[in-house]
Protein backbone atom coordinates (compact mmCIF):
# COMPACT_ATOMS: atom_id res chain seq x y z
CA UNK A 1 0.00 0.00 0.00
CA UNK A 2 2.78 2.48 0.83
CA UNK A 3 4.61 1.62 -2.06
CA UNK A 4 1.38 2.78 -4.14
CA UNK A 5 0.92 5.60 -2.54
CA UNK A 6 4.76 6.58 -3.32
CA UNK A 7 4.25 5.88 -6.83
CA UNK A 8 1.18 7.97 -6.98
CA UNK A 9 2.49 10.58 -5.23
CA UNK A 10 5.69 10.18 -7.60
CA UNK A 11 3.39 10.50 -10.68
CA UNK A 12 1.38 13.34 -9.71
CA UNK A 13 5.01 15.19 -9.15
CA UNK A 14 6.51 14.15 -11.91
CA UNK A 15 3.50 14.11 -14.70
CA UNK A 16 3.64 18.24 -15.20
CA UNK A 17 7.06 18.35 -14.82
CA UNK A 18 7.65 15.88 -18.02
CA UNK A 19 4.71 17.39 -19.88
CA UNK A 20 6.52 20.53 -19.31
CA UNK A 21 10.07 19.76 -20.30
CA UNK A 22 8.44 18.19 -23.58
CA UNK A 23 7.37 21.76 -24.56
CA UNK A 24 9.36 23.87 -26.49
CA UNK A 25 10.15 27.36 -24.53
CA UNK A 26 7.71 29.40 -26.17
CA UNK A 27 4.73 27.36 -26.29
CA UNK A 28 1.40 27.44 -24.10
CA UNK A 29 1.42 24.70 -21.41
CA UNK A 30 -1.89 23.91 -22.24
CA UNK A 31 -5.12 23.73 -19.71
CA UNK A 32 -5.26 27.67 -17.85
CA UNK A 33 -3.75 29.44 -21.53
CA UNK A 34 -0.51 29.62 -18.90
CA UNK A 35 2.87 30.07 -21.44
CA UNK A 36 6.11 29.13 -20.20
CA UNK A 37 7.65 31.97 -21.26
CA UNK A 38 6.13 33.78 -18.44
CA UNK A 39 7.96 31.92 -15.51
CA UNK A 40 6.65 33.79 -12.48
CA UNK A 41 3.60 31.89 -13.30
CA UNK A 42 2.67 28.41 -12.10
CA UNK A 43 1.87 26.05 -14.66
CA UNK A 44 -1.12 23.38 -14.96
CA UNK A 45 0.26 20.34 -16.50
CA UNK A 46 -2.03 17.69 -17.56
CA UNK A 47 -1.15 15.33 -14.96
CA UNK A 48 -3.70 13.62 -12.81
CA UNK A 49 -6.63 15.69 -14.92
CA UNK A 50 -5.08 14.39 -18.43
CA UNK A 51 -8.16 11.36 -17.98
CA UNK A 52 -10.88 13.76 -16.81
CA UNK A 53 -9.58 16.42 -19.78
CA UNK A 54 -10.13 13.21 -22.31
CA UNK A 55 -13.77 12.33 -20.76
CA UNK A 56 -15.27 15.82 -20.54
CA UNK A 57 -13.25 18.45 -22.87
CA UNK A 58 -11.58 16.37 -25.54
CA UNK A 59 -13.32 18.79 -27.74
CA UNK A 60 -12.27 22.15 -25.88
CA UNK A 61 -10.43 24.67 -27.79
CA UNK A 62 -7.02 25.37 -27.01
CA UNK A 63 -6.77 27.51 -24.05
CA UNK A 64 -10.16 26.89 -22.89
CA UNK A 65 -9.91 23.59 -21.03
CA UNK A 66 -9.44 25.06 -17.64
CA UNK A 67 -13.16 26.76 -18.72
CA UNK A 68 -14.47 22.94 -19.26
CA UNK A 69 -13.51 21.21 -15.90
CA UNK A 70 -15.10 24.18 -14.46
CA UNK A 71 -18.32 23.62 -15.94
CA UNK A 72 -17.23 19.53 -14.83
CA UNK A 73 -15.86 20.58 -10.98
CA UNK A 74 -18.53 17.72 -9.26
CA UNK A 75 -17.52 15.06 -12.14
CA UNK A 76 -13.66 15.27 -11.78
CA UNK A 77 -11.72 12.83 -10.36
CA UNK A 78 -10.37 13.65 -6.96
CA UNK A 79 -6.76 13.53 -7.77
CA UNK A 80 -7.56 16.15 -10.41
CA UNK A 81 -9.50 18.24 -8.01
CA UNK A 82 -6.66 18.08 -5.43
CA UNK A 83 -4.24 19.21 -8.33
CA UNK A 84 -6.49 22.33 -9.32
CA UNK A 85 -7.05 23.08 -5.88
CA UNK A 86 -2.89 23.18 -5.81
CA UNK A 87 -2.88 25.28 -8.87
CA UNK A 88 -4.79 27.57 -7.14
CA UNK A 89 -2.93 28.15 -4.28
CA UNK A 90 0.14 28.56 -6.36
CA UNK A 91 -1.42 31.00 -8.46
CA UNK A 92 -2.45 32.94 -5.42
CA UNK A 93 0.57 32.62 -4.13
CA UNK A 94 2.55 34.03 -7.13
CA UNK A 95 -0.08 36.66 -7.38
CA UNK A 96 0.29 37.62 -3.62
CA UNK A 97 4.38 38.21 -4.39
CA UNK A 98 3.67 40.33 -7.71
CA UNK A 99 1.54 42.77 -5.90
CA UNK A 100 4.60 42.71 -2.93
CA UNK A 101 6.39 43.67 -5.94
CA UNK A 102 4.57 46.17 -7.37
CA UNK A 103 3.98 47.83 -3.95
CA UNK A 104 7.49 48.06 -2.81
CA UNK A 105 7.57 51.50 -3.52
CA UNK A 106 4.28 52.28 -1.86
CA UNK A 107 4.81 50.47 1.59
CA UNK A 108 8.49 52.38 1.53
CA UNK A 109 6.56 56.10 0.68
CA UNK A 110 3.80 55.41 2.66
CA UNK A 111 3.95 52.25 5.18
CA UNK A 112 7.64 52.24 6.20
CA UNK A 113 6.59 52.54 10.06
CA UNK A 114 3.68 50.00 10.47
CA UNK A 115 3.68 47.07 11.74
CA UNK A 116 4.14 44.06 9.53
CA UNK A 117 0.14 42.64 9.70
CA UNK A 118 -0.93 46.16 9.06
CA UNK A 119 0.66 46.83 5.72
CA UNK A 120 -2.45 45.60 4.15
CA UNK A 121 -4.55 48.19 5.86
CA UNK A 122 -1.95 51.26 5.77
CA UNK A 123 -2.10 50.55 2.05
CA UNK A 124 -5.77 50.91 1.68
CA UNK A 125 -5.64 53.97 3.38
CA UNK A 126 -3.73 55.29 0.68
CA UNK A 127 -5.24 53.45 -1.85
CA UNK A 128 -5.89 57.18 -3.87
CA UNK A 129 -2.10 57.45 -3.72
CA UNK A 130 -1.40 54.36 -4.83
CA UNK A 131 1.27 53.76 -7.99
CA UNK A 132 -0.98 52.63 -10.74
CA UNK A 133 0.86 48.67 -10.93
CA UNK A 134 0.19 48.61 -6.91
CA UNK A 135 -3.56 49.51 -7.53
CA UNK A 136 -3.64 47.19 -10.47
CA UNK A 137 -1.59 44.18 -8.18
CA UNK A 138 -4.11 44.77 -4.98
CA UNK A 139 -6.97 44.66 -7.53
CA UNK A 140 -5.96 41.02 -8.60
CA UNK A 141 -5.70 39.81 -5.16
CA UNK A 142 -9.23 41.38 -3.99
CA UNK A 143 -10.55 39.40 -7.15
CA UNK A 144 -8.95 35.95 -6.66
CA UNK A 145 -10.03 36.56 -2.47
CA UNK A 146 -13.37 37.07 -3.79
CA UNK A 147 -13.47 34.35 -6.26
CA UNK A 148 -11.85 31.61 -3.35
CA UNK A 149 -14.80 32.97 -1.08
CA UNK A 150 -17.43 32.13 -3.60
CA UNK A 151 -15.93 28.79 -3.74
CA UNK A 152 -15.63 28.09 -0.37
CA UNK A 153 -19.28 29.14 -0.24
CA UNK A 154 -20.05 27.07 -3.05
CA UNK A 155 -18.44 23.81 -1.41
CA UNK A 156 -19.43 24.28 2.44
CA UNK A 157 -23.14 23.00 3.04
CA UNK A 158 -25.35 25.60 4.91
CA UNK A 159 -25.19 24.73 9.01
CA UNK A 160 -28.73 24.58 10.06
CA UNK A 161 -29.18 27.04 12.82
CA UNK A 162 -28.45 26.23 16.47
CA UNK A 163 -31.81 25.65 19.04
CA UNK A 164 -31.65 27.65 22.01
CA UNK A 165 -32.47 25.23 25.09
CA UNK A 166 -35.56 26.59 26.40
CA UNK A 167 -35.13 28.67 29.75
CA UNK A 168 -37.63 26.88 32.18
Known amino acids: MQTVMVCLVSLLFAGPALAQQSQPQNQSSDTQ???AAQPDKPKMGKGACQGDIEQFCKDAE????????KQHKDELSTDCKADRKEYAKKKFMAARKAAKDACKADVDQFCKDAEKDKVGACLKQHKDE????????????????EKRAEK?????????????PAHQ
Open 33 to 35: GVT
Open 62 to 69: KGKIGDCL
Open 152 to 164: TQETTPAQPPTQQ
Open 130 to 145: LSADCKAAREKMHHMR
